[in-house]
C-alpha cells in the first residue's frame, strides 16, 4: 500500500528547496487568526464538544507560534483522557493526486503520539517539546463525506496536549515555504473575521471580453461549428477556483448575439476518457451534483441581481433569479458527449432576461464548469473567484452588448401571483417594471397550461404612462376558466410582453404556481377554525374574515364524507358579520367524531355569499397526549398549553449528560434522529433503547421532535416503515411531532426505487392517519413562493426550511430574513405554523460558526416571522461563548412562549424599517402590545415605528424587555438604536 500511494514522512527546516511555480496554499486561515468566536478559528472544526462533556479548555488559539503573523492552536485531551482530531473545510479539491501536508507541531509532553491525514491516507507522529516542521505526501483515493471533497486532520492519538501551527497543504510531493492561502487576507489579532468569501488584494484582473453581433444565430446543436462563432473571441483558461491553477480539464467557450439572443457554447475536455454520466432529469433539480457548466449574467451591476443559468451533461436546465428558482427563462440548451469531451450549446433570449433600462454596453458575466472526478466535485472558472461561484465582484466584463441596440427588451416582470375567483375564473397579477422610455402601452399575452385539460389564453393592453414618473404599473389580466379546470394545479403560466411599437416579443417569463387550499384571499368570505383538531372542548371558535358590507344570518354547517348536513350552534347566534376579522363560537359539544367539511354562509339584501371554511373541522376521541396546532396564531398547543419550541438538534439518541446540558442550556426540545423500521424484527431489537431515550426526555422536560430517517430504495416498503416506526411510539409523551423526510429535493426522485413527487404527500397522509395527535412534517432547503418545496405545503403541516448561510454571503443575516419572510406570507395564507433550522455548526462544509449575536438575531428573526419551531444545528458548538448565550435566549423564549401564544394573540403588523431592521407588532391579550425587532444587517442603524393606530398619541412609554430600561414615545411612534444584529423587545401595557 505504501508503495502504490507513495506516503513520505520527514522533518523538514523552516525553508525548503525554491519552486519556480510553487503550488499555493490551499487550507483557509492557517494562521488561526480569523477567529469569528475567540479562541475558535474559522474554516477549521471538530466534533468532539458533542462527545466531551466538560470541553471549555480543550480547544483555542495561543500567541506563541513558530512562523511569524501566525498564531497556534492547542489541542488538550478531554478530563477523562478523550482524545480528539481537527479538521480543515472540505474543499473542492479532487482525491487521486498527489498531496502535500506539511505543519508545525509541539507538545507539552515529551514523545506525545499524533494523527496526520490528507482524505483517507494516514499516518502517525511522535511530537516532542520544541516545533518541529512535519510534512506527510500520500495520494488520497477518497475525500471526505460532503460531497467527495478533501479535507486534512490533525489530532491527538493519546491523552495529553498538542500545539499546531502554520498548516498547509499543496499539490505536489514535497513542501514549499509556509504562505497563507490566495485568498487570505492578513488578520491582525482582534481583528473581526469578513463576513463572506476574502478577495486577496493582488488577487488578478477580472477577465474581459467581447461578444460579437452577428446578423443570423447558429443552429442548436450543441458544438461551436457554425460559421457565425468563427467572429467569436475565445473564452479559455478556466482557473479552479480552490488552488488559482490551470484546470485540469480545460473549458473553451464561444459568444456571440444577434438582435433576438445570447448564443454560448461550451466545449469541455477530459483528461480521462469516457462520456460523463448524468441522471438528473427534473427543471431546476441538482444538476451541480454532476458534471455541468454555469453562465452568470448580471445585465445591470447597480441592479445587485444576477441571472444564474446551469446545464448538466445531458441538457437538464436550472435557472434562477436572485436565488429564485421559481423564475424560469425560455432558454434553450444542446448538448452532446463523447469520450474525450463534451459540450453545451445556450440560446437565452433576450426577451427572457430581466435587462432593465438602465443596463449599460458592458455587462458583468462568468462563465463556470464543475467536473466530478472520483466522486469529488473540481469547480473552474473563466473569471477567477474565490470560495465559491456567486461572487458578483468577480464576474468578468462582456463588451457588445449595446444598450441602445436591446433597449427594446428593457420591460420586467415582478410580483406575479395567480389565484381563483369564484368558480370561473383565474387572475394573474403582477407590475411591469422598467420599460422603455419611449413605450407607452405593452399588450401582454397570458397563456396558463394546467396539469389537465386545455391549455387557456387571454390578452390585454396595458398603459405605461411616463417611465420618469412611475417606473412601475402594476395590472391584471382575467383568464375565464371552468370549475374543473380550477382543480388542475399546477398551472404553468407563460407571459409575453410585446411592445407596442414593434411584433418582437420583447419579454417573457414562464411560472408555475399551485392554488394551495388557502390562496391570499381573493373572494369576500374567508375562515378557518383556531384548532386543527378538537377532543373534548365544548367549543369551537371560528375566525371568519369578511370583505364587504355588514352581514346577517350567518349559517355554519358541517358535513361528514357521508350523511347529513349539520347546522352548528352559534355565538353570537347568527352573525351579525362585520367587515373584518369576526369570531364565533360553535357548538361542538355533542359532534361525533370525525372529519367535516364545513361551510359558512352569509345572507342579506345584497346576494349570498359563501365558502368553504379552510381545513374544515375534525373531532377526535380525547387522548392522553395531545399536540394541537392553533390556526390563530400558529403555534402549537402541548395539552392546551402554548409550546414555543427551542430545540437542540443532536446526533443519534444519546442519553446522560448530553440531555442534562442541554436542558441546562434553557432548550425545552430535541431534534433526534431515528430509523424507520423495515420490519417487525428491526423494531423490537431497538424499541427499548428508544423507549429509554423518549422517558430520559421527558423527566428533563424536553419534548422529541422525532425525525425518521426513511432509508433507500422504493416509496411502498418505505411508507410502511413509517406507519410502523409512528405506530409503536405514538403514546409517548415526550413526542412532539413526527419529522418525515429531510431535503427531499436533493435525493427523492434522483436516489433508486422510482419515487415520485406526489408520494411525499401520499406518505404525510399515512402518518397522519397513523398519529392524527400530533403534526407531521418534511423540512426543504429551498423554498418556492406560493407552495414551499419540493411535495408542496399539502405534504406537511409545518412549513419548514434549513438555511445555513454563516460566511458564505456577504450579509448572511439578509439572506436569513429575506427567506423567512417568503415562508411567513405563504404559511400565514394557510394558518400553517412554521419551523427554521439556525445554523449552529461551524466545519466540514460550513466556514464558521455563527457569533452569539447572530445566533439570537437568527432566532429574532425567525420568531419575528411566525416561527414557532426554532431548530438548531446542532449540538454542540466549539465556542464556548456560543454555547453560554443560549441559555439565557431560552429563558427569553420563555418569557415570550405564553404572549404570543395567547389564545388572543394576533400580528397586527410585520415589515422592515431602517432597511435592515425587521419587527412584528403583536395584540397578546388583555389589551396589551408587543413589537419585536431586529437588525438583520451588521451595521448601526436608528429603527422608528410608528404606533400611533394601535396606542394613540398618549402613550408616554414602553418597557424594553430583556434590557432593565424603557424608551420614551413621541406621538406615538417609537425610535431606537440598533447595533449589528441586535434585537429589541417592546412591551406596551
Same mark, same amino acid.
Given at each position: 500500500?505504501?508503495?502504490?500511494?507513495?506516503?513520505?514522512?520527514?522533518?523538514?527546516?523552516?525553508?525548503?528547496?525554491?519552486?519556480?511555480?510553487?503550488?499555493?496554499?490551499?487550507?483557509?486561515?492557517?494562521?488561526?487568526?480569523?477567529?469569528?468566536?475567540?479562541?475558535?478559528?474559522?474554516?477549521?472544526?471538530?466534533?468532539?464538544?458533542?462527545?466531551?462533556?466538560?470541553?471549555?479548555?480543550? +480547544?483555542?488559539?495561543?500567541?506563541?507560534?513558530?512562523?511569524?503573523?501566525?498564531?497556534?492552536?492547542?489541542?488538550?485531551?478531554?478530563?477523562?483522557?478523550?482524545?480528539?482530531?481537527?479538521?480543515?473545510?472540505?474543499?473542492?479539491?479532487?482525491?487521486?493526486?498527489?498531496?502535500?501536508?506539511?505543519?508545525?507541531?509541539?507538545?507539552?509532553?515529551? $514523545?506525545?503520539?499524533?494523527?496526520?491525514?490528507?482524505?483517507?491516507?494516514?499516518?502517525?507522529?511522535?511530537?516532542?517539546?520544541?516545533?518541529?516542521?512535519?510534512?506527510?505526501?500520500?495520494?488520497?483515493?477518497?475525500?471526505?463525506?460532503?460531497?467527495?471533497?478533501?479535507?486534512?486532520?490533525?489530532?491527538?492519538?493519546?491523552?495529553?496536549?498538542?500545539?499546531?501551527?502554520?498548516?498547509?497543504?499543496?499539490?505536489?510531493?514535497?513542501?514549499?515555504?509556509?504562505?497563507?492561502?490566495?485568498?487570505?487576507?492578513?488578520?491582525?489579532?482582534?481583528?473581526?473575521?469578513?463576513?463572506?468569501?476574502?478577495?486577496?488584494?493582488?488577487?488578478?484582473?477580472?477577465?474581459?471580453?467581447?461578444?460579437?453581433?452577428?446578423?443570423?444565430?447558429?443552429?442548436?446543436?450543441?458544438?461551436?461549428?457554425?460559421?457565425?462563432?468563427?467572429?467569436?473571441?475565445?473564452?479559455?483558461?478556466?482557473?479552479?477556483?480552490?488552488? $488559482?491553477?490551470?484546470?485540469?480539464?480545460?473549458?473553451?467557450?464561444?459568444?456571440?448575439?444577434?438582435?433576438?439572443?445570447? +448564443?454560448?457554447?461550451?466545449?469541455?475536455?477530459?483528461?480521462?476518457?469516457?462520456?460523463?454520466?448524468?441522471?438528473?432529469?427534473?427543471?431546476?433539480?441538482?444538476?451541480?451534483?454532476?458534471?455541468?457548466?454555469?453562465?452568470?449574467?448580471?445585465?445591470?451591476?447597480?441592479?445587485?441581481?444576477?441571472?444564474?443559468?446551469?446545464?448538466?451533461?445531458?441538457?437538464?436546465?436550472?435557472?434562477?433569479?436572485?436565488?429564485?428558482?421559481?423564475?424560469?427563462?425560455?432558454?434553450?440548451?444542446?448538448?452532446?458527449?463523447?469520450?474525450?469531451?463534451?459540450?453545451?450549446?445556450?440560446?437565452?433570449?433576450?426577451?427572457?432576461?430581466?435587462?432593465?433600462?438602465?443596463?449599460?454596453?458592458?455587462?458583468?458575466?462568468?462563465?463556470?464548469?464543475?467536473?466530478?472526478?472520483?466522486?469529488?466535485?473540481?469547480?473552474?472558472?473563466?473569471?477567477?473567484?474565490?470560495?465559491?461561484?456567486?461572487?458578483?465582484?468577480?464576474?468578468?466584463?462582456?463588451?457588445?452588448?449595446?444598450?441602445?441596440?436591446?433597449?427594446? +427588451?428593457? %420591460?420586467?416582470?415582478?410580483?406575479?401571483?395567480?389565484?381563483?375567483?369564484?368558480?370561473?375564473?383565474?387572475?394573474?397579477?403582477?407590475?411591469?417594471?422598467?420599460?422603455?422610455?419611449?413605450?407607452?402601452?405593452?399588450?401582454?399575452?397570458?397563456?396558463?397550461?394546467?396539469?389537465?385539460?386545455?391549455?387557456?389564453?387571454?390578452?390585454?393592453?396595458?398603459?405605461?404612462?411616463?417611465?420618469?414618473?412611475?417606473?412601475?404599473?402594476?395590472?391584471?389580466?382575467?383568464?375565464?376558466?371552468?370549475?374543473?379546470?380550477?382543480?388542475?394545479?399546477?398551472?404553468?403560466?407563460?407571459?409575453?410582453?410585446?411592445?407596442?411599437?414593434?411584433?418582437?416579443?420583447?419579454?417573457?417569463?414562464?411560472?408555475?404556481?399551485?392554488?394551495?387550499?388557502?390562496?391570499?384571499?381573493?373572494?369576500?368570505?374567508?375562515?378557518?377554525?383556531?384548532?386543527?383538531?378538537?377532543?373534548?372542548?365544548?367549543?369551537?371558535?371560528?375566525?371568519?374574515?369578511?370583505?364587504?358590507?355588514?352581514?346577517?344570518?350567518?349559517?355554519?354547517?358541517?358535513?361528514?364524507?357521508?350523511?347529513?348536513?349539520?347546522?352548528?350552534?352559534?355565538?353570537?347566534?347568527?352573525?351579525?358579520?362585520?367587515?373584518?376579522?369576526?369570531?364565533?363560537?360553535?357548538?361542538?359539544?355533542?359532534?361525533?367524531?370525525?372529519?367535516?367539511?364545513?361551510?359558512?354562509?352569509?345572507?342579506?339584501?345584497?346576494?349570498?355569499?359563501?365558502?368553504?371554511?379552510?381545513?374544515?373541522?375534525?373531532?377526535?376521541?380525547?387522548?392522553?397526549?395531545?399536540?394541537?396546532?392553533?390556526?390563530?396564531?400558529?403555534?402549537?398547543?402541548?395539552?392546551?398549553?402554548?409550546?414555543?419550541?427551542?430545540?437542540?438538534?443532536?446526533?443519534?439518541?444519546?442519553?446522560?449528560?448530553?440531555?442534562?446540558?442541554?436542558?441546562?442550556?434553557?432548550?425545552?426540545?430535541?431534534?433526534?434522529?431515528?430509523?424507520?423500521?423495515?420490519?417487525?424484527?428491526?423494531?423490537?431489537?431497538?424499541?427499548?433503547?428508544?423507549?429509554?431515550?423518549?422517558?430520559?426526555?421527558?423527566?428533563?422536560?424536553?419534548?422529541?421532535?422525532?425525525?425518521?430517517?426513511?432509508?433507500? $430504495?422504493?416509496?411502498?416498503?418505505?411508507?410502511?416503515?413509517?406507519?410502523?416506526?409512528?405506530?409503536?411510539?405514538?403514546?409517548?409523551?415526550?413526542?412532539?411531532?413526527?419529522?418525515?423526510?429531510?431535503?427531499?429535493?436533493?435525493?427523492?426522485?434522483?436516489?433508486?426505487?422510482?419515487?415520485?413527487?406526489?408520494?411525499?404527500?401520499?406518505?404525510?397522509?399515512?402518518?397522519k392517519a397513523a398519529d392524527p395527535y400530533r403534526p407531521s412534517q418534511i423540512n426543504w432547503y429551498s423554498w418556492r413562493p406560493g407552495r414551499g418545496g419540493y411535495g408542496t405545503l399539502d405534504a406537511t403541516d409545518l412549513g419548514s426550511l434549513d438555511r445555513y448561510p454563516i460566511a458564505r454571503t456577504a450579509n448572511p443575516m439578509k439572506s436569513?430574513?429575506?427567506?423567512?419572510?417568503?415562508?411567513?406570507?405563504?404559511?400565514?395564507?394557510?394558518?400553517?405554523?412554521?419551523?427554521?433550522?439556525?445554523?449552529?455548526?461551524?466545519?466540514?462544509?460550513?466556514?464558521?460558526?455563527?457569533?452569539?449575536?447572530?445566533?439570537?438575531?437568527?432566532?429574532?428573526?425567525?420568531?419575528?416571522?411566525?416561527?414557532?419551531?426554532? %431548530?438548531?444545528?446542532?449540538?454542540?458548538?466549539?465556542?464556548?461563548?456560543?454555547?453560554?448565550?443560549?441559555?439565557?435566549?431560552?429563558?427569553?423564549?420563555?418569557?415570550? *412562549?405564553?404572549?404570543?401564544?395567547?389564545?388572543?394573540?394576533?400580528?397586527?403588523?410585520?415589515?422592515?424599517?431602517?432597511?435592515?431592521?425587521?419587527?412584528?407588532?403583536?395584540?397578546?391579550?388583555?389589551?396589551?402590545?408587543?413589537?419585536?425587532?431586529?437588525?438583520?444587517? +451588521?451595521?448601526?442603524?436608528?429603527?422608528?415605528?410608528?404606533?400611533?393606530? *394601535?396606542?394613540?398619541?398618549?402613550?408616554?412609554?414602553?418597557?424594553?424587555?430583556?434590557?432593565?430600561?424603557?424608551?420614551?414615545?413621541?406621538?406615538?411612534?417609537?425610535?431606537?438604536?440598533?447595533?449589528?444584529?441586535?434585537?429589541?423587545?417592546?412591551?406596551?401595557?
Amino acid at each position: 500500500m505504501i508503495a502504490q500511494v507513495l506516503m513520505a514522512l520527514v522533518l523538514c527546516p523552516v525553508y525548503a528547496a525554491p519552486q519556480d511555480q510553487p503550488s499555493p496554499n490551499i487550507l483557509r486561515n492557517s494562521a488561526f487568526t480569523a477567529c469569528a468566536n475567540p479562541g475558535v478559528p474559522d474554516w477549521w472544526g471538530t466534533g468532539a464538544p458533542e462527545r466531551i462533556e466538560h470541553w471549555e479548555g480543550c +480547544y483555542g488559539t495561543e500567541e506563541d507560534s513558530p512562523v511569524p503573523g501566525t498564531r497556534s492552536l492547542r489541542l488538550t485531551s478531554g478530563p477523562k483522557g478523550q482524545c480528539f482530531s481537527v479538521q480543515s473545510h472540505a474543499y473542492g479539491t479532487p482525491p487521486g493526486r498527489e498531496y502535500t501536508f506539511s505543519i508545525y507541531l509541539k507538545s507539552r509532553e515529551p $514523545g506525545l503520539v499524533a494523527a496526520l491525514s490528507i482524505g483517507d491516507r494516514s499516518t502517525r507522529v511522535t511530537v516532542g517539546t520544541e516545533w518541529q516542521r512535519h510534512v506527510f505526501t500520500a495520494t488520497p483515493q477518497k475525500g471526505h463525506w460532503a460531497r467527495g471533497r478533501l479535507v486534512v486532520r490533525f489530532g491527538l492519538v493519546k491523552p495529553g496536549t498538542l500545539w499546531v501551527a502554520a498548516p498547509q497543504l499543496e499539490l505536489g510531493d514535497h513542501a514549499t515555504p509556509y504562505r497563507p492561502a490566495d485568498a487570505d487576507r492578513p488578520a491582525a489579532p482582534g481583528e473581526p473575521a469578513p463576513t463572506g468569501p476574502a478577495i486577496p488584494a493582488d488577487a488578478p484582473p477580472v477577465a474581459q471580453a467581447t461578444c460579437r453581433k452577428v446578423r443570423r444565430g447558429p443552429e442548436l446543436d450543441g458544438r461551436a461549428a457554425d460559421a457565425c462563432y468563427e467572429q467569436a473571441e475565445r473564452l479559455g483558461g478556466f482557473t479552479d477556483i480552490t488552488t $488559482g491553477r490551470p484546470a485540469e480539464d480545460q473549458t473553451e467557450c464561444r459568444v456571440v448575439r444577434d438582435q433576438r439572443a445570447l +448564443y454560448i457554447a461550451f466545449r469541455c475536455l477530459q483528461t480521462r476518457a469516457g462520456k460523463v454520466p448524468a441522471k438528473v432529469t427534473r427543471r431546476d433539480g441538482a444538476v451541480f451534483g454532476e458534471d455541468s457548466v454555469e453562465v452568470f449574467l448580471q445585465p445591470n451591476p447597480a441592479d445587485g441581481r444576477y441571472i444564474h443559468l446551469a446545464v448538466n451533461a445531458i441538457g437538464t436546465q436550472f435557472d434562477e433569479l436572485g436565488f429564485d428558482t421559481t423564475w424560469d427563462a425560455q432558454w434553450r440548451v444542446a448538448t452532446y458527449r463523447e469520450e474525450s469531451e463534451w459540450g453545451a450549446e445556450l440560446k437565452i433570449p433576450f426577451a427572457s432576461l430581466p435587462i432593465g433600462s438602465e443596463a449599460p454596453d458592458e455587462w458583468r458575466v462568468n462563465l463556470c464548469r464543475t467536473a466530478v472526478r472520483d466522486g469529488a466535485r473540481v469547480h473552474s472558472a473563466w473569471s477567477r473567484v474565490y470560495g465559491g461561484f456567486h461572487q458578483p465582484a468577480r464576474f468578468g466584463k462582456l463588451a457588445g452588448m449595446s444598450r441602445s441596440d436591446l433597449a427594446i +427588451y428593457a %420591460y420586467e416582470l415582478a410580483d406575479l401571483a395567480l389565484a381563483a375567483e369564484g368558480t370561473n375564473k383565474l387572475v394573474l397579477r403582477g407590475r411591469i417594471v422598467s420599460w422603455p422610455a419611449l413605450a407607452r402601452s405593452a399588450r401582454l399575452t397570458v397563456t396558463v397550461r394546467p396539469a389537465r385539460g386545455k391549455s387557456l389564453r387571454s390578452e390585454r393592453t396595458v398603459e405605461l404612462g411616463d417611465l420618469a414618473k412611475s417606473p412601475t404599473v402594476p395590472f391584471s389580466v382575467t383568464i375565464p376558466a371552468d370549475a374543473d379546470t380550477l382543480q388542475a394545479g399546477p398551472f404553468r403560466v407563460s407571459v409575453r410582453v410585446y411592445n407596442a411599437r414593434s411584433r418582437i416579443a420583447a419579454h417573457r417569463v414562464a411560472r408555475t404556481f399551485v392554488l394551495t387550499r388557502a390562496a391570499p384571499q381573493e373572494g369576500p368570505l374567508w375562515a378557518v377554525f383556531e384548532r386543527s383538531y378538537y377532543t373534548n372542548e365544548p367549543t369551537a371558535r371560528l375566525l371568519v374574515r369578511w370583505q364587504g358590507a355588514p352581514r346577517t344570518a350567518v349559517h355554519v354547517t358541517a358535513r361528514r364524507a357521508e350523511g347529513e348536513p349539520i347546522a352548528l350552534s352559534l355565538s353570537p347566534a347568527g352573525g351579525p358579520l362585520a367587515p373584518g376579522d369576526n369570531l364565533l363560537a360553535c357548538d361542538i359539544k355533542s359532534l361525533p367524531t370525525g372529519e367535516y367539511r364545513v361551510t359558512v354562509s352569509a345572507g342579506s339584501g345584497h346576494g349570498p355569499a359563501e365558502c368553504e371554511v379552510l381545513y374544515g373541522l375534525t373531532k377526535l376521541a380525547p387522548a392522553k397526549t395531545e399536540v394541537k396546532m392553533s390556526r390563530f396564531n400558529r403555534g402549537l398547543l402541548v395539552n392546551g398549553e402554548p409550546f414555543l419550541a427551542y430545540a437542540q438538534g443532536i446526533h443519534g439518541a444519546n442519553t446522560g449528560w448530553w440531555l442534562d446540558d442541554i436542558a441546562e442550556h434553557g432548550f425545552n426540545a430535541v431534534v433526534a434522529s431515528f430509523p424507520m423500521y423495515r420490519s417487525d424484527e428491526e423494531l423490537q431489537k431497538d424499541a427499548e433503547r428508544v423507549r429509554g431515550f423518549l422517558d430520559e426526555c421527558l423527566r428533563h422536560s424536553l419534548r422529541v421532535v422525532f425525525w425518521l430517517h426513511p432509508g433507500k $430504495g422504493a416509496y411502498p416498503p418505505m411508507r410502511e416503515a413509517a406507519v410502523r416506526t409512528i405506530t409503536a411510539f405514538r403514546d409517548h409523551p415526550a413526542i412532539l411531532c413526527w419529522y418525515l423526510v429531510d431535503e427531499p429535493e436533493g435525493w427523492w426522485e434522483q436516489s433508486e426505487g422510482g419515487k415520485q413527487e406526489a408520494d411525499l404527500v401520499d406518505l404525510y397522509r399515512a402518518a397522519k392517519a397513523a398519529d392524527p395527535y400530533r403534526p407531521s412534517q418534511i423540512n426543504w432547503y429551498s423554498w418556492r413562493p406560493g407552495r414551499g418545496g419540493y411535495g408542496t405545503l399539502d405534504a406537511t403541516d409545518l412549513g419548514s426550511l434549513d438555511r445555513y448561510p454563516i460566511a458564505r454571503t456577504a450579509n448572511p443575516m439578509k439572506s436569513i430574513a429575506d427567506i423567512v419572510s417568503l415562508m411567513n406570507t405563504d404559511c400565514r395564507h394557510r394558518a400553517q405554523p412554521t419551523a427554521f433550522w439556525c445554523q449552529m455548526y461551524g466545519y466540514d462544509d460550513a466556514v464558521r460558526e455563527p457569533t452569539p449575536a447572530e445566533e439570537r438575531c437568527m432566532t429574532y428573526l425567525c420568531l419575528i416571522r411566525g416561527m414557532r419551531l426554532v %431548530y438548531y444545528f446542532i449540538y454542540k458548538p466549539m465556542s464556548p461563548d456560543l454555547w453560554a448565550s443560549m441559555k439565557p435566549l431560552g429563558d427569553e423564549i420563555a418569557t415570550l *412562549e405564553p404572549l404570543l401564544g395567547h389564545p388572543d394573540a394576533r400580528e397586527l403588523a410585520v415589515g422592515t424599517t431602517a432597511d435592515t431592521v425587521h419587527y412584528s407588532l403583536w395584540r397578546t391579550g388583555d389589551d396589551e402590545l408587543l413589537l419585536m425587532a431586529a437588525n438583520a444587517g +451588521y451595521e448601526r442603524v436608528e429603527g422608528t415605528f410608528d404606533l400611533s393606530a *394601535e396606542v394613540g398619541l398618549g402613550r408616554k412609554a414602553a418597557a424594553v424587555l430583556f434590557e432593565d430600561r424603557s424608551i420614551k414615545l413621541r406621538g406615538g411612534k417609537l425610535t431606537d438604536s440598533f447595533e449589528p444584529c441586535a434585537r429589541h423587545v417592546y412591551r406596551l401595557k
